[in-house]
Every structure is written in C-alpha cells, then in structure tokens.
C-alpha cells in the first residue's frame, strides 16, 4: 500500500501479516503500518475520560488487595502489560494485539524477516482452541524435523499453550541459534514429540523450474522484503530459457507485506488498473493502481488452497479480476482486513484492526476467501512445493490442471 512521503520517512510498512510474532513467523497475514504514536497527543473524549478513571479506580482496588493479600511477590511492569493486554483482547478481533515493550524488539524483526527458530507459520485453531501449524517454511528446522501443515501444537519445552496464548507460545520458543526446543504435537489423534535445534532461518525462499512444454514455476513461501525483486530475477531466469506460460504457486503462503504483492501484480496487471481497494471505519476507500507496463505478457494459473491468505489473496484476486491469470486449487483463507501498528512513547504497540480490502471488481475477500476457477483437491500426502522442485510433480493433482490449462 502506498503511503504518503512523511509516513515512508517513518519506515511505513503496510503488510498483510496475521501476527507475525519473534521467533515463529506466525500467520502473516496482517497488513500493517508502523507508526510513531506519542500517547500524549491522544485527543478523548469527556465518555472516555470517565471510562478510564473508572478503569484506574477499579485496577486501583484490586492493586491494593493484591498488595494487602497476596502471598508472593509480583512485579508492577508485568502487571501492567497484563492489565492492557486483557483490555485490548476484549475488544473480540483476533487480529488486534497489544505488545509489551519487552516484545519489541522481536516483534518489529519479525516484521523485517530477521529470524532465528525453527521455521513454521502458525494460526489460532479456535475449534480445538490451540495452536496450530499452518506451514512449515521450506528448508527449515522445523520441516527437516518432519512437522507438517495441521499439526496441533500441545506444548513446547512442557508448557502447555491455548489458542490465545500464540504470541506467549512464540516468545518462549524463542531462543539462542543452536539451542533445542521440545514439541509435543498432534496428528491425527496422535501426541508426537519432536526436538528442533534452533537456527537461522531463510523466510521468503523463492523457488523456480522450468516444467513441460516450455512452462515456468515459481513458487513463494510469503511477501517480505525484496520478495518481489527475487520473484522478477527468477522470472527473468526462466524467461531467458524460452517460457511460453508461467505458474506461481502460493499454496501455504500465509501473506506479508503489501507492497510486495502489488509490485508482483504490477509485472503482470495492465498499467493504470485497479489493483487493490481498501475502506476504513468511515467507508473512505483507497484505490491501489498498477503504475508500471507489464514484464509478463503470458498465460498465468495461481494455484492456491486453504493456507493462502493475505497478501496472497490480495495477488490472487486482483489477477483473476483482471483477466490476468486463471486460479487452480481449493477456496483461499479469507483473512482481508487491514491492521495499523502504532508505537507508543513507553516503548510498547499496538497492532488495531483499521481497513478491509476488496479486489478490483470489489469482491469481499474477508470470510470469504478467493474463489478458483477450477476446483481441485489434493492429496495429504503431497508436500508443497517440494513435490515439484524435487521432480515428483505427478503427483501433485494441482499442480497437473495448470499444465492442463497452460498447454
């Protein structure tokens, strides 16, 4: 998303990441702005100003009763984190996050794609009310240690952590390079346990191939930073080799930053289409348009499943708006609102939910997903997308229906 010229001079990042959290890479699908915020410029109104000194008041008693009862020793900073951290969680948006000062410095990293963990994308399973793997990133610890999409998260070095407890779960697996985290997961109403060496882990890979009939590949485990040079590079090398069509694979590509995603459309959406529109609360709308002549003049398929959302959906959907690539796969997630990230003089954030987005013909992506224009399932035991990088691609039934369509 573009932003003014004062707001890029503050690192503005609008991303589309569902709580990217320290070590995890949890599900990014949030788009985020990042903002200097000095709370005592904050105008209230005479209702609020009542509302907080009741609050002050009651936090007050119970401060007191804690201090006059309660056995132990307890620590003011943390009490107050937790205090604001329930006050914002009982708003009811599973998207908007309060985050501690402490919490930082690992959160803004992760913003940047800077990691050292295992290496796996995670959601909130509200069902089962625990913590699950959306996808591990390829060539990380954590899929060499044989963690797979689905897996249910019970524990990690014996702590036990609900659906709500996702950035807690991320900050304490957080640790030194080199260093073991123990997991106890379940799969298929089986409890596995598995260690996972921490490391350095690569979080946007972009892989390509040259398949059948003069086809390209090109697959994106997520949208961080220089995502889109990589993708143009890859393209570029492929292109040199003679393709004829071109397949970009975002199955389990959970989203990230904005901009990545528009710029890729960018390659491919004619100059001066809408590519992305966003409303506030006050139903003002946004039009993001394609600013540069395509590179890509070829036929394009998507392929997508469940696990593409965000800024994946954002590429996905205005392609398919504009006529620019046919989409294979399963219904997409369905994550299309936008979060503001706003830094507050104390050194702590806050990730509030702001905008919704709509594709070009102003298709509602949130709850609703990116619908295929061919419906496919496939099969658990295909691994995406080392299947096709490996040469395996056969199996990939996917996969197969764009060589179909490209033919």
Partial sequence: MEKKDNEKL???????MLLAITIFITFILTSIGMYSYLSGNLEVSSTTTSEISDIATTLTKFRKLIDTYYLGDVDAQTLKDGAIEGYI????????????????????SSLLGNFVGIGIYMIQNTEQDKIQVLSPIT??????????????????NGVEYSADDLTVAATNIKGEEGTNVHL????????MQFDVIRQKVNLNPVESKLLENNIGYISLSSFDENVSTEFKEKFEELNSQNISSLIIDLRNNGGGLVDEAITIANYIADKDSDLLITVNKDKKEEITKATEDPIINMPVVILVNENTASASEILAGALQDLGKAKIVGTVTYGKGVIQEFLTLTDGS???ITTEEYYTPNRNKINGVGVIPDEKIELSESVTIPDNTITGNEESDTQLQKAIELLK
């Fill in 10 to 16: 503050q690192k503005v990042y609008k991303i589309i």
């Fill in 349 to 351: 954030g806050l990730k």
């Fill in 184 to 191: 106890e997961i379940l799969r298929d109403g089986q409890v």
């Fill in 89 to 108: 969680n009982a708003i009811g948006d599973k998207y908007t996050e309060y985050i501690s000062a402490k919490d930082m410095e690992d959160y803004t």
């Fill in 139 to 156: 060539g990380s610890p954590a899929e060499k240690a044989g963690i797979l999409p689905g897996d249910i998260i019970v524990s990690a």
